[in-house]
């Protein structure tokens, strides 16, 4: 046998455990994003209880989730057959598997009315930690001597009440004055 007949199943037997590798590496770390995703869905969820449809309806997003996932995984799988079959199969192909199943696995959780719901708590418990910052920001300024917004809240509707009056007394002299002339 030559040394190019030699070099032709070393060459194949090192492309195939890089694919087998990569594919690997990559459906590991697809998981690991599906299971943190999963998690911190769980974690906002943990707070309340969610109604018997919310439920439901999370459940059946994680659900047709994990089967997007599957479905990806048996995509993968015969893409890799395919390529030790001879095949010429772009490594792109691999990527925009998961890339494109990805989207879709969360688009089918993130669908949910449980989903919703843990977003609106999300928001909520923002809003009412940016109250509470507010109010820390206004003492803390407030201690330190410096006008706070509430001041120059006070101070702005104070100028915009005297300027209201003020255009009241200029129409008033300006009455009087055409009546005097």
Not at 38 to 47: G, K, L
């Amino acid at each position: 046998m030559s040394d190019t007949n030699k070099q032709m199943p070393a060459e194949w037997n090192e492309l195939v455990e890089n694919m087998n590798n990569a594919v690997a590496q990559s459906m590991e770390q697809n998981m690991e994003a599906s299971a943190a995703f999963m998690e911190s869905w769980a974690d906002a969820m943990e707070d309340s209880v969610p109604d018997e449809e919310a439920l439901s309806s999370g459940v059946e997003g994680y659900s047709d989730a994990y089967e997007v996932w599957m479905n990806a995984a048996e995509e993968m799988s015969g893409r890799t057959t395919a390529a030790a079959e001879g095949e010429d199969v772009d490594m792109t192909e691999f990527r925009d598997i998961w890339l494109q199943s990805a989207n879709e696995a969360f688009k089918e959780v993130m669908g949910t009315s449980a989903f919703a719901a843990a977003n609106g708590q999300l928001v909520n418990s923002m809003m009412e930690m940016r109250e509470e910052v507010d109010a820390m920001g206004e003492d803390t300024l407030e201690q330190l001597g410096m006008p706070t917004q509430s001041d120059i809240d006070e101070v702005g509707e104070r100028i915009i009440e005297l300027e209201r009056r003020q255009h009241s007394v200029e129409k008033k002299l300006d009455r009087i004055i055409k009546a005097l002339e």
